[in-house]
């Protein structure tokens, strides 16, 4: 499967093409939506978006959603935490935290500091349209005899989900970890759960695959997450 990168600097948009159509990881910021179409269009008819698989409802990655349901046929598939989540247009990182939440670094939290604003449009999404997954027994993705698993890894926020392409060998994690400058040690900014958080990584440890495709940053190799792996664990607390 071919996989294209049509993000921006902030937010990756990964697309891929299958035999039955392409299938998309995410949307980003409120407002991108011209942007991403003129970019898709450049490769593929938008018609030819099948499936978008949301790895969780935050602005970045649920910002233009609404944009994508309404130009194209395509299929959402969440985790059904997300769809209270979509509707408020509320980030459970700023409205919502658990005992022990809290950003990974005091770079993360400046850069909460500096954002403020972590709300998006209200999405609600028909239900011919969704996809919900609450367990990894839902497989969308086997009776089209496609070699992907949708795997389940909360922690960032309770609604994650990822994507383990069988061949080569490639997880798209969305922000179960992170290669992005503002991030350390490949951890993702905020953690709802920290306990959790670490047992997604352990996840995808055991799949050992070749590569991690996350939503922030350029690829990197699953020797990292071992190489991190008890970073949160050595910190006091979290900020």
């Not at 392409?22 to 099948?50: A, C, H, Q, V, W």
């Not at 070749?210 to 607390?237: T, V, W």
């Amino acid at each position: 499967m071919k996989i294209h990168n049509i993000g921006s600097y902030m937010v990756n948009n990964y697309m891929f093409e299958t035999p039955v159509g392409i299938i998309g990881i995410d949307t980003g910021y409120p407002g991108g939506f011209p942007k991403f179409k003129k970019r898709f269009e450049k490769l593929f008819p938008l018609s030819e978006l099948k499936y978008l698989i949301l790895t969780h409802h935050h602005d970045d990655h649920s910002g233009f959603l609404n944009e994508i349901i309404e130009a194209t046929n395509a299929k959402i598939i969440l985790h059904p935490t997300a769809i209270p989540l979509l509707a408020s247009g509320k980030a459970t990182s700023k409205n919502y935290t658990p005992p022990g939440s809290g950003y990974s670094s005091i770079p993360a939290s400046l850069f909460g500091k500096f954002k403020k604003d972590f709300s998006f449009p209200s999405v609600v999404i028909s239900s011919d349209r969704m996809i919900a997954v609450d367990s990894e027994e839902i497989q969308p993705f086997e009776d089209l005899n496609l070699p992907l698993k949708i795997l389940h890894l909360p922690g960032h926020t309770a609604d994650h989900i990822g994507l383990f392409l069988k061949e080569p060998g490639i997880i798209f994690c969305g922000d179960a970890a992170m290669n992005a400058v503002i991030s350390v040690a490949r951890h993702t900014i905020w953690i709802d759960d920290k306990a959790e958080f670490g047992r997604s990584w352990d996840k995808m440890i055991s799949y050992n695959a070749k590569k991690i495709y996350p939503a922030h940053g350029s690829p990197f190799s699953p020797s990292d997450l071992i190489k991190y792996r008890n970073y949160l664990e050595r910190k006091k607390k979290i900020e």
